[in-house]
């Protein structure tokens, strides 16, 4: 199996900034594009940032010059710096990757638990 485990989340006013971090282990082969996700309550998951094996990155227009995804490919590890933050940006944030397990051909797809952002006005 491969999990993902998002860090960082927590409290903050709105300008601060936070560094969310989401690591991924077990038994990988390889790992792809890694997204970051967000849902706020009553609303549709959505993404936030996204970032190939390459370091191509894609961003909605809602987090453009705000937000920062980069990827350590050794640790298997996926950031997302935050700054500017907005009392709109509150959610629960979740990592997300497409990984192939070693000794296997098939690409699953892998979910983190989620990471609480809050950001106070």
């Known amino acids: 199996q491969v999990q993902l485990v998002e860090s960082g989340g927590g409290l903050v006013q709105a300008g601060g900034s936070l560094r969310l971090s989401c690591a991924a282990s077990?038994?990988?082969?390889?790992?792809?594009?890694m997204r970051w996700y967000r849902q706020a309550p009553g609303k549709q998951r959505e993404l936030v940032a996204a970032i190939t094996s390459g370091g191509s990155t894609n961003y909605p227009d809602f987090v453009k010059g705000r937000f920062t995804i980069s990827r350590d490919n050794a640790k298997n590890t996926v950031y997302l710096q935050m700054n500017s933050l907005k009392p709109e940006d509150t959610a629960v944030y979740y990592c997300?990757?497409?990984?192939?397990?070693?000794?296997?051909?098939?690409?699953?797809?892998?979910w983190g638990q989620g990471t609480q952002v809050t950001v106070s006005s």
């Open positions: 077990g038994s990988i082969f390889s790992i792809n594009t």
């Open positions: 997300n990757t497409d990984a192939r397990r070693a000794g296997t051909t098939r690409w699953y797809d892998y």
